[in-house]
């Protein structure tokens, strides 16, 4: 079992930027692959990115393509977003989630653990 506590939300103008992170708990960290989800107030929690085991892969929803970087340091058990050119649809709770899946996942009901998310608020 892992548990996964994000930091680094706040609030930001449009333009700027945001790096949250993820810490995770437990030995096996490099055991999952990553991601990162969004959910906006009435919207349905989405997919933004995820990250492989060994950070060699990443994928992202297209909507952050460009502006928006996952990353892992797998000695420091952390997972980060790095999000530039944040605009105000980028309005969120955002949270990371692991996955024990060998393939690349992009739904919600394919990660197995999740933390209590963190709040970004981007104002135009």
């Known amino acids: 079992q892992v548990q996964l506590v994000e930091s680094g939300g706040g609030l930001v103008q449009a333009g700027g930027s945001l790096r949250l992170s993820c810490a995770a708990s437990g030995r096996t960290f490099s055991s999952y692959a990553m991601g990162w989800f969004r959910q906006a107030p009435g919207k349905e929690r989405e997919f933004v990115a995820t990250?492989?085991?060994?950070?060699?892969?990443?994928y992202y929803t297209d909507s952050v393509k460009g502006r928006f970087t996952i990353s892992r340091d797998n000695a420091k058990n952390t997972v980060y977003l790095q999000m530039n050119s944040l605009k105000p649809e980028d309005t969120a709770v955002y949270y990371c989630a692991a996955t024990t899946s060998i393939v690349v996942v992009r739904t919600t009901p394919q990660y197995d653990y999740w933390g209590q998310g963190t709040q970004v608020t981007v104002s135009s």
């Open positions: 990250i492989t085991r060994r950070g060699g892969g990443t």
